[in-house]
């Protein structure tokens, strides 16, 4: 089922020759011969039949018209319209709405358990698909979103322990764009198009909340101690290369050691060093 364009005609045009039509009827019920009277009373009726044809479609609103439950078409022409009387109509909005997902418990890729939200973003684009191949548009689009939503947290861990893994903690964008695809292909069939859809809400569920904190904060020690230690390193490298080539002094393999020891402890340590000065012979 695909959207169709209807050709309507402008209500107020029409509205004015209904009226002028129902004046002269009139006319000739109170004026004319019995035998114009009968005319004009059918015309009368016929004109207040006609007057049901008209309808109001507002600004991003689309009327969905049916004639004895076969679809006709769709009328997205704003104000006072008027088509065949025969025609039912069902109208819906074609504006941008959003909503914000309830907070699913999920368990994330690597099997840890997380709330988690999203709010989306989405508009009607097809009208008769809206209609006709959903039975109510409006809840498929909330329920297949939380399917969407727990279809793609199970797909990422919450936090990456590896660079440049993706994870639903440091990676919005493609969290984002892989939400928003999954929901495409979903709402489709319901001529939805989701605008965008982004998380509202990420943590890890209540009862294991302070152990993940910890094991967040064990690997954010591990990781500044080991930029500290690369860093250390080449400082102590850079160190004894220019000593070597400036000729300031030569150290057997002895004290090379123990300088760069010395220059480890001093650059890698949490707390200042108490410095110690040697008042006797280097060696």
């Not at 509205?15 to 019995?34: C, E, K, M, Q, R």
């Not at 709010?119 to 698909?129: G, K, L, M, T, Y």
Request: negative net charge; aromatic residues 6%.
């Amino acid at each position: 089922m695909k959207e169709l364009n209807l050709n309507s005609r402008s209500g107020i045009p029409t509205l004015l020759g209904l009226v002028v039509s129902l004046i002269v009827a009139l006319a000739v019920v109170v004026t004319g011969p019995p035998a114009f009277k009968i005319i004009g009373v059918i015309a009368i009726a016929v004109l207040l039949f006609c007057a049901a044809g008209f309808y109001m479609v507002e600004p991003n609103q689309a009327a969905v018209v049916t004639l004895f439950g076969r679809y006709v078409g769709s009328v997205k022409e704003a104000g006072l319209r008027w088509n065949n009387p025969f025609f039912a109509k069902k109208k819906l909005s074609l504006r941008v709405r959003n909503f914000e997902s309830g907070r699913l418990k999920v368990n994330e890729l690597e099997g840890s358990p997380i709330e988690i939200a999203a709010v989306i973003v989405w508009r009607v684009v097809d009208s008769a698909e809206a209609v006709f191949n959903v039975d109510d548009y409006e809840s498929f689009v909330h329920v297949q979103s939380e399917s969407a939503l727990r279809a793609m947290a199970t797909s990422y861990p919450y936090d990456s322990h590896d660079d440049g893994g993706i994870s639903l903690r440091s990676h919005q964008a493609e969290i984002s764009q892989h939400l928003k695809d999954e929901l495409d292909e979903r709402l489709t069939t319901a001529g939805v198009d989701v605008v965008d859809a982004r998380i509202s809400h990420l943590a890890y569920a209540p009862e294991i909340a302070q152990a993940m904190l910890q094991r967040q904060q064990a690997g954010a020690v591990i990781a500044a101690r080991t930029r500290i230690v690369e860093g250390a390193v080449g400082m102590v490298e850079m160190a004894l290369d220019q000593l070597k080539s400036k000729g300031v002094v030569e150290l057997d393999n002895e004290r090379r050691a123990a300088m760069v020891s010395n220059l480890l402890v001093v650059l890698c340590s949490d707390r200042a060093a108490q410095p110690v000065l040697n008042a006797g012979s280097l060696y």
